[in-house]
């Protein structure tokens, strides 16, 4: 029995989706910038699904403010590095968390070494960004801001809302961008209603393989009238941010992946308390166990620490018996992990986390099943120590 728990690094692709793709791969596979009628359909194709990404990301939002990129890195790395670059003159502040995703805090340490003024805000003990502390960072000189919504790693909530309306009251200028990759599909993000005298947040990011689409594919939605300077230049494709030949087949199947979870997302949130609430129910039956995500995460993704055993310890014990689960993100490698760092956890309640993230085709059964080997890797583990 193959038990899947890591569906926040990536998702099994939906078949309906790998079907959309093969279609415009095999069917409809005309470059959409070409004038005969392949292009066109191509160019339709796209344009549809553009339109129905948009209307998922709430009232106000236009499809001609949603782009195309390669994934969640892509947008985040355009939106930060676009558009610091793009504001230098008016300041040359930019906030964010020490909690984000690497695809955000390297291109902020990149702008720290070209002269910037940078601010990574420390989280609360629970992993959340305190508003408070957003309103004290803010100056002035603050041109960008850039707040995730839901942590990969913890699935700890952050109240944008709450953030934006702290950011702007100290600077209404400010351009403020969130990264959306864990929560699009699973919870509503509304960029237009985040925020406060009608305007709210001006970028979001999303990428296609954390909602059952193919990797290579992803999204960034600008407010128009956010300037950003872009990173790749060519054909002008995207706006301009993200040129050559659009990838239609991953962008046409990360639209139908998406509508899939969006038409079933408050039947899906249920699931998900489900598999969490039956999970943390088993985690009490081991000694020590900690639990290092809220409880008022988004109930998709557990964090937890065992008694004293390495993360990669447990988690190539639990390979063995079929069963997929990491010790945080994928991009990070094996390395300690800097949002539970950040936290204040001890260094042995870190280096013993194991990170769990269900998807909707999930089930009870797979929960006490894994739950039944953890247990066992527990008492295998100690004894071997």
């Known amino acids: 029995m193959e038990i899947y728990f890591d569906n926040s690094a990536t998702t099994r692709v939906s078949e309906t989706a790998a079907r959309r793709a093969w279609e415009m791969m095999r069917e409809e596979y005309g470059n959409p910038s070409s004038l005969h009628r392949r292009g066109f359909a191509a160019e339709m194709a796209l344009a549809a699904?553009?339109?129905?990404?948009?209307?998922?990301?709430?009232?106000?939002?236009?499809?001609?403010?949603?782009?195309?990129?390669?994934?969640?890195?892509?947008?985040?790395?355009?939106?930060?590095?676009?558009?610091?670059?793009?504001?230098?003159?008016?300041?040359?502040?930019?906030v964010t968390t020490a909690i984000e995703h690497e695809s955000v805090l390297a291109p902020v340490k990149c702008l720290g070494?070209?002269?910037?003024?940078?601010?990574?805000?420390?989280?609360?003990?629970?992993?959340?960004?305190?508003?408070?502390?957003?309103?004290?960072?803010?100056?002035e000189r603050t041109v960008l801001l850039s707040v995730m919504f839901v942590n990969s790693e913890t699935g700890a909530v952050n109240d944008i809302l709450s953030i934006a309306r702290a950011a702007r009251r100290k600077n209404p200028k400010i351009i403020?961008?969130?990264?959306?990759?864990?929560?699009?599909?699973?919870?509503?993000?509304?960029?237009?209603?985040?925020?406060?005298?009608?305007?709210g947040v001006d970028m979001v990011t999303f990428s296609g393989h954390k909602l059952h689409a193919p990797k290579g594919i992803g999204g960034i939605y600008i407010k128009k009238g956010t300037r950003l300077r872009p990173l790749?230049?060519?054909?002008?494709?995207?706006?301009?941010?993200?040129?050559?030949?659009?990838?239609?087949?991953?962008?046409?199947?990360?639209?139908?992946?998406?509508?899939?979870?969006?038409?079933?997302?408050?039947?899906?949130?249920?699931?998900?308390?489900?598999?969490?609430?039956q999970l943390l129910e088993n985690l009490k039956k081991i000694p020590g166990v900690c639990i290092n995500s809220?409880?008022?995460?988004?109930?998709?993704?557990?964090?937890?620490?065992?008694?004293?055993?390495?993360?990669?310890?447990?988690?190539?014990?639990?390979?063995?018996?079929?069963?997929?689960?990491?010790?945080?993100?994928?991009?990070?490698?094996?390395?300690?992990?800097?949002?539970?760092?950040a936290m204040g956890l001890p260094i042995p309640q870190i280096d013993s986390a194991i990170r769990v993230s269900f998807c909707r085709d999930n089930t009870l059964d797979e929960v006490d099943e894994f739950c039944h080997w953890l247990q066992k890797g527990v008492q295998s583990l100690a004894r071997v120590r």
């Open 49 to 94: 699904a553009r339109e129905d990404l948009a209307a998922m990301l709430g009232p106000g939002v236009r499809q001609e403010e949603l782009f195309f990129t390669s994934g969640g890195s892509e947008g985040n790395n355009l939106a930060i590095l676009g558009t610091a670059l793009a504001a230098r003159r008016h300041g040359n502040k930019v």
């Open 113 to 139: 070494e070209i002269g910037f003024d940078t601010a990574f805000l420390a989280p609360t003990p629970q992993g959340v960004i305190d508003h408070r502390s957003v309103e004290l960072a803010v100056d």
């Open 176 to 199: 403020i961008h969130c990264d959306c990759v864990q929560a699009f599909g699973k919870l509503l993000v509304l960029p237009t209603q985040w925020g406060m005298l009608g305007r």
């Open 232 to 277: 790749l230049y060519g054909s002008g494709q995207e706006g301009g941010h993200h040129p050559g030949t659009e990838n239609t087949p991953g962008a046409c199947a990360m639209a139908l992946a998406a509508r899939e979870l969006w038409d079933h997302r408050e039947e899906n949130m249920v699931h998900y308390k489900a598999l969490r609430g």
């Open 294 to 341: 809220p409880e008022e995460g988004a109930p998709y993704i557990v964090n937890f620490s065992l008694p004293s055993i390495r993360s990669e310890v447990m988690i190539h014990y639990l390979e063995r018996q079929g069963i997929s689960v990491s010790s945080g993100s994928a991009c990070s490698r094996g390395a300690r992990s800097h949002v539970l760092t």
